[in-house]
């Protein structure tokens, strides 16, 4: 959702290709036409971007994605209206069910730690879009104990909002919704036991909305068909278990250790790699680097 915040970033920011009015039209008769000022050049997204890479956190940003995780949350209760159990047929707030989640992101926390980018050329794209986020988020500096709690508290809030909303509003209702319009489809005209027809739906939407999820997710070279495998990944874990916090747990500790190794790797870096990595443009963080800097400028 945050590839939605940036376009409207982007055309906020593009010139405003206006056209000009022709000599001497709509200007008095009197009025000399030396004095006319020359038209200021509009900004453009370009020159918004900063050179180089903050050395801190920033906490106006920080809110400004929390805030726009908070998106999904119509989405979801608008499910919960219509009908929809969104949070699961076995529903349970449990330190069970947290646990569970964190067991289920071990998987891909370990593949994350794989060297992807040497047997796939485009998740080197993937890996620079996620390191560009972080540092323009939470910067490139280490500060201490006190800045490590920051970033820790930064990393927290917007790891759990994403992962709670984007599960119920992604699994907890457009999956439920789409399998039960598949298993309705699949019981025309002919009569079906449950449980195959059951579970043939549920195979359709977990991979019909992971698709969803990786087109919305469309950031850079490469991304889409990760978070597209990231989304049917989750969609697996919400249909095996039935319950909302098994899926949202996962979600938010795979998002929270992709930050925090991030940070650490980025703290670690050479100037000259630092700079090398601020000179890398994508579109969704270009505009979330440009909304930094307007940002911290209020």
């Known amino acids: ?24 039209k709509h200007v008095h008769a009197q009025r000399a036409p030396a004095r006319a ?4 050049p509009a900004p453009d997204l ?30 979801a209760l608008a499910g919960a209206a219509m009908g929809a159990n969104v949070l699961g047929p ?27 980018d040497k047997w796939v050329p485009a998740m080197a794209d993937v890996t620079a879009h996620t390191e560009l986020l972080t540092a323009t ?22 790891s759990a909002s994403a992962g709670a909303l984007e599960e119920a509003a992604f699994r907890g209702v457009a999956q439920r919704g789409v399998a039960a319009a598949v298993a309705w489809l699949l019981r025309l005209g002919r009569a079906a036991t449950a449980g195959p027809v059951d579970r043939v739906a549920t195979a359709v939407a977990v991979g019909v909305v992971a698709g969803g999820f990786g087109a919305l997710h469309d950031y850079c070279r490469g991304y889409a068909l990760l978070a597209a495998l990231a989304g049917a990944y989750f ?59 307007r940002l911290e400028a209020a």
């Not at 918004?48 to 050395?55: F, M, N, R, S, T």
């Not at 098994?246 to 998002?255: R, S």
């Open 1 to 24: 959702m945050i590839s939605l915040i940036a376009a409207w970033q982007c055309a906020a920011l593009a010139p405003a290709n206006r056209p000009l009015a022709a000599p001497g």
């Open 37 to 40: 000022l020359p038209a200021e």
């Open 46 to 75: 370009e020159a918004a971007v900063p050179d180089g890479l903050p050395a801190t956190p920033s906490f106006k940003l920080v809110a400004f994605l929390w805030a726009n995780t908070l998106l999904l949350a119509p989405v």
């Open 90 to 116: 076995n529903w349970a707030w449990s330190a069970k069910a947290a646990r569970q989640g964190v067991l289920f992101a071990l998987p891909w926390i370990a593949l994350s730690f794989a060297p992807l």
């Open 137 to 158: 988020a939470l910067g490139v500096e280490f500060g201490g104990y006190r800045r490590w709690g920051q970033v820790a508290g930064a990393t927290a809030l917007v």
């Open 235 to 293: 969609g697996v874990v919400y249909a095996c278990t039935g319950n909302l916090l098994v899926a949202a747990v996962a979600h938010a500790a795979v998002d929270a250790v992709a930050f925090v190794t991030c940070y650490w790797s980025l703290c670690r870096r050479s100037a000259a790699d630092k700079a090398k990595l601020a000179a890398r443009s994508f579109k969704v963080t270009d505009a979330l680097r440009a909304t930094r800097a």
